[in-house]
């Protein structure tokens, strides 16, 4: 006996006491560690290493802290941005008709002149530069609000409140350049953009072409120092209008001008538009929507020091710069939009499901159409709430770096659903273009929101999880570092405490497992959706158990299987996504009627978070790390469902009820316009009366059916009834009504071959 315990204990006491165990077992391992761990230049690092770590950071912990969720306060609107929302916003809304904006292929002056003079472009500029100084979430609902009646308007009006000038010089700028610009670019009297992309540098930003020679020149005909300019940048939003440019190029000394330094490294500047050589004004065409967007040349411009923003002593920090107003920026404007373009699509299948009849029957009757319906309406309320959690983030002075990729990704790929299923449910009506259809023109740009600012398909295989796992493992960032710095003090005590957090994780998946969750404590705020909390926790020990399979039998090898790290990030992101419909379940003080939407949402997360880590654990190289995961996190296999049928009825019903709270409640982001307005205008009013006159028709339609009114139009039949005193005289009015509504509503423009040979 004694012999067998020997060595457990001489195991013991070398992996327990560090003194034995670092120049035992970590001097030896992080030399092996070192050559696992991928090259990571400096680029790469500075875009992993940006941003803060918030919430997320405990979702990968395996062990999330609901309370802390909970507690978060999520900024209101102040009275200041309410009343921009409700008086200026609405009012642009209303001037803004996107089938014109599409035929003439710009905003009409009078759009343009509106934008400038309410300050939409200085929305995140503080007052005392002459802006508007908005908070993130009012910043984010008018985003959300344009988008949901132009797609164009909303991207002119998003650009110059997203990462570029104005962002950059609030952050790094000098004072000079601040007093300059700042002031100008709130209202509208500059018009910034910024060029980052390149022919040969799209998703690998930082690879990019364009450099600059730094060298004596003449400006404002006087010799001064500065620099010389090469560069090529295309897809520019705002370029061919702007009267400012953001340049982005890597700086060289060769002349040792500055100092020693040959390469100086990326660096950014603002040109103005009249500065000599500067090649601008070309316009691409992307998939139509008339946005301005286009190409920026120039060879060998001469520009001073001072349009370096931040001037010298921001040379080469350009790219810091830059993904540090990402990790926040990015989280804001295009899952905004998307919020806009999910609400537009609730809002009118809601509204033609039941205008729209085939068969006898509204089409909203029929289960084909209502399984479209809830996955609509569900992911609309889920998209809502991460919106307004990351939103929320920024505005605590996060900077949430990878919230901000989730957010972006599966927000904008949600869009993309929401309207496949809106132009799938009103199919020819959708189709047809001109005055009358809602989703052609917003349907055909959802692919630039899926390619900016990251494009999904990196984000999702190369972001989420690849900077998620090194920024919100509470070990690895440690570990990268002492390896890279080989400190093996530091090495062996952030080694151990991952191997003692890989262990208490796998134990607590198992733990949680075997127990169906049941024991998981949930905190009183969450107590309605108790069951959820339980699986959740559960799915996040049992993902973060995984995520430490992966990598620790594959190192940083894991970087390059995309597969896998999709994958992860699918079960990542998803963990998100549910913990931000739990806080505005929990925010809203859980109105029962919203239920059926929280509950399919989860139920849905759940499943989803499942299949991704069965896709993981079904791939993972190491078939012994992959048993481990199974084992402990899925000792009975993988048996979440997809949301079942009654779910998906519970939601339609929920939306579709006759006093409209829970429909208006999940578009309360958009704008509708009046109801004379072609497309959502009319379809809402065919919506309203139609609910109205529900009692009145259905009596209508019995008494024909049973003979006691006749006549072979329903003009006939009013009459008919009104004359025998079987219908009041003005529930046949409203009723007439309702069915005009609702023909206007159903019609699509048809065009003369003139005008159609003219359409865009
Ligand atoms: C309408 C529009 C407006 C824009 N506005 C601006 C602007 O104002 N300023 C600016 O600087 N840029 C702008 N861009 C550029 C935009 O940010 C880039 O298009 C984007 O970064 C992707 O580059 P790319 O189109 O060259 O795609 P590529 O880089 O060629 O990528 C092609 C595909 O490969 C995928 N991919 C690439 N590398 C990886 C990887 N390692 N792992 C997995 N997948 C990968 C991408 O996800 C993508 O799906 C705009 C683009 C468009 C279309």
Known sequence: MT?????????????????????????????????????????????????????????????????????????????????????????????????????????????????????FFGMIIPKEHGGLGFSAAAHSAVVAKISSVSFTAAVTVMVPNSLGPGELLLRYGTKAQKDHYLRRLATGEEIPCFGLTEPHAGSDAANGKSFGVVAHGTHNGKK??????????????????????????????????????????????????????????????????????????????????????????????????????????RGISLPSLSVGAAQLSTRAISAYGLVREQFG????????????????????????????????????????????????????EGARAALNNGMDIMAGAAI????????????SAIPIGITVEGANILTRSLIVFGQGAIRCHPYLQDEVAAIQGKDVAAFDKAIFGHLWHTTRNGLRAFGHAVTFGHFVSVPESLRPYRRHVQKLTRLSAAFAFAADMGLLSLG??????????????????????????????????????????????????????EQALKGVLANLPNRLAAWKARALGFPFGFHAAQPTDRQNDKVVDAVMADDGKVREALTTEIAIPDAASPGLGQLEDAYRRTVATAEARKKLTKMVRLGTVEGATLEAQLAFAVDAKLLDKTDAKALFEAHMARDEAIQVAAFSKEDHAELK
Not at 300 to 325: A, H, T
């Open 3 to 119: 012999s067998l315990l020997l060595p457990v204990a001489a195991a013991v006491a070398v992996l327990g006491i560090p003194a034995l165990r670092r120049p035992l077992i970590s001097s030896w391992a992080i030399g092996i560690a070192g050559k696992q761990l991928p090259t990571i230049g400096e680029t790469e690092r500075i875009a992993l290493e940006a941003g803060t770590v918030w919430w997320e950071g405990d979702l990968f912990s395996g062990k999330p802290n609901w309370r802390k969720l909970t507690d978060f306060k999520v900024r209101e609107l102040s009275e200041d941005e309410q009343e921009f929302l409700n008086g200026p916003t609405e009012k642009l809304c209303s001037m803004l008709d996107d089938f014109d904006i599409a035929q003439r292929r710009d905003l009409p002056p009078a759009v343009w002149t509106f934008i400038k003079k309410n300050k």
């Open 224 to 329: 001064t120092l500065g620099i010389k300019l090469t560069f090529s940048k295309r897809y520019i939003t705002l370029a061919p209008v702007a009267t400012v440019v953001g340049l982005a190029f890597r700086l060289t000394d060769p002349n040792h001008l500055l100092g020693d330094a040959d390469d100086l490294g990326i660096t950014l500047a603002l040109l103005p538009r009249k500065t000599k050589g500067l090649v601008i004004g070309k316009r691409h065409d992307p998939m139509g929507a008339p946005f301005q967007n286009g190409p920026v040349e120039g060879r060998e411009v001469f520009i001073p020091m001072d349009y370096i923003i931040g001037g010298k002593p921001q040379i080469g920090n350009g790219w810091r710069m830059l993904m540090e107003c990402l990790s926040a920026g």
């Open 361 to 412: 029957l509204p089409i909203a009757k029929f289960e084909g159409v209502r399984e479209r319906m809830a996955d609509t309406f569900a992911n609309t309320y889920m998209m809502n709430a991460t919106r307004r959690l990351t939103a929320g983030a920024v505005d605590a002075g996060e900077h949430p770096s990878v919230a901000s990729a989730i957010a972006k990704a599966y927000l904008t």
């Open 432 to 443: 047809c273009k001109g005055p009358k259809n809602i989703f052609a023109r917003i349907y």
């Open 556 to 609: 940083g090898a894991l970087k390059r299987k995309e597969y896998l790290s999709g994958r992860y990030a699918d079960a990542f992101a998803w963990l998100y996504l549910a913990s931000a419909t739990l806080k505005q379940a929990h925010d809203d003080g859980f109105i029962p009627a919203h239920k059926p939407l929280v509950d399919w949402v989860l139920t849905k997360a759940e499943y989803e978070i």
